[in-house]
């Protein structure tokens, strides 16, 4: 089985800056975790997942790691 814990912690980086100048920050680095979420996906295997799985919004991925 592969290792998700390094796409786990590229999504998480998405969802926990609060302060504004955190926000503004993190715009400028989510185009690059996309890519890189896009590679680790295709690395382990989830880009045959259904999109149910694969396309969660922000609110729902945050819901789906705290939970």
């Given at each position: 089985?592969?290792?998700?814990?390094?796409?786990?912690?590229?999504?998480t980086r998405l969802a926990?800056?609060?302060?504004?100048?955190?926000?503004?920050?993190?715009?400028?680095?989510?185009v690059q975790i996309e890519?890189?979420?896009?590679?680790?996906k295709a690395f382990i295997?989830?880009?045959?997942?259904?999109?149910?799985?694969?396309?969660?919004?922000?609110?729902?991925?945050?819901?789906?790691?705290?939970?």
């Amino acid at each position: 089985m592969k290792d998700a814990s390094h796409l786990i912690a590229l999504q998480t980086r998405l969802a926990v800056a609060k302060k504004t100048k955190e926000i503004e920050l993190r715009k400028v680095w989510i185009v690059q975790i996309e890519k890189e979420i896009a590679h680790e996906k295709a690395f382990i295997g989830f880009e045959d997942l259904s999109p149910e799985i694969t396309d969660l919004s922000d609110d729902d991925l945050l819901a789906e790691l705290l939970g």
